[in-house]
Structure formats: C-alpha cells, structure tokens
C-alpha cells in the first residue's frame, strides 16, 4: 500500500500515517491558500484531514492564490484591503476567490479598477510618524508620478475598451485646466 501526495500550486502536505489511515496536514506557501484535497474524485475540504486506505492511493492537495494577492502582486504600490474590498464588491468578486475561478475578462476589469484608483489617489503618502524629545522616526514614505498616473489610467482605458465596460466612455475626454 503506498499513499502518493501531488501538489497543485505552491505548499507542503505534511503526512502521519498508522497503518491503514494517514493525517494529511496542508500548509501554503507564502501568497497561496489552501483550497481542498481531491481523493479518487471526491473533494475534501478540511485540513488537516485523516483518510483510510487499503491501497495505492492518490492524493491531491490544491493550493490558489486569492485575486487580492492576486491583484497586488500585479501593481508595484501597497493597496489597502477597503479599496480591494470596494472593487471585488463593484465587481461581485467574492473575498479570497481563487484566480482559476474567474475568466480572464473578470481578472482584467479588476486589474484596470485598480488601476484607475491608482490613478486618481493622492500623489504622496505618509505613513506613521513617532517622536519623542528629540528622535523621530517614520514607517514610510510613497510617491505615485503624475507620468505614472496616467499611464495608470491609460492602461485601465484599455482594458474598458477592450471589453466595452461601462466604465469606458470614448467621448469623455479628461483636461487638464492648470
């Protein structure tokens, strides 16, 4: 009798077997989440799971990434959770859907509201400031390029034409009047 482990995305599956049965514990790797084990067909969403067998048998641990680390990873500035939260919402993209359940239509109109919030967020950011007679310390500092904010929106006005999205309106032409 042998149990064989495949892994499907990013992390580890611990195994302690006794005899006829093994305690499968899942553990992602940094950025994924554990989704389910798959056995002979049959998912099996809890973890750690213990499983009896009598033979060979095959399992499947599955591991995704959510479309907020999703999302984050494709832009190169921190995004707050309510902004995520607001976009997923406009969308009705579920929390901590797994990027292979949506189309690649869903996952590009999620990206250009990304970046269109980029786009029309404030240019300087200024983390938490401490101080105390005489030191101080700030946990950090950001600028976003008025260059990079409208390629931002360049981009995002793209992938609104590219799909017709209601969000793209080619009559509507943005002016700067300074």
């Known amino acids: 009798m042998a149990l064989v482990i495949d892994i499907l995305g990013e992390g580890k599956v611990e195994k302690v077997v006794e005899s006829n049965s093994a305690t499968l514990t899942a553990t992602p790797d940094d950025g994924w989440e554990f989704k389910h084990f798959v056995c002979d067909d049959t ?8 499983i009896s067998f009598t033979s060979n048998t095959k399992i499947v ?16 500035f921190d995004v707050p959770d309510n902004v995520l939260n607001s976009i997923r919402a406009y969308r009705e993209v579920k929390k901590a859907t797994d990027t292979n359940d949506l189309t690649a239509k869903e996952k590009d109109l999620l990206y250009a509201d990304l970046l269109m919030w980029a786009s029309t967020s404030p240019t300087s950011y200024t983390g938490t400031k401490e101080s105390d007679g005489g030191w101080s310390r700030t946990e950090s500092n950001k600028t976003v390029s008025v260059t990079d904010k409208k390629r931002f929106e360049n981009l995002a006005m793209s992938i609104y034409k590219k799909y017709l999205d209601k969000k793209y309106n080619s009559n509507i032409k943005i002016v700067n009047l300074w």
């Open 43 to 50: 998912i099996i969403p809890e973890n750690p799971k213990t």
């Open 61 to 76: 641990a599955v591991f995704y990434i959510t479309i907020e680390e999703y999302l984050r990873g494709l832009v190169g």
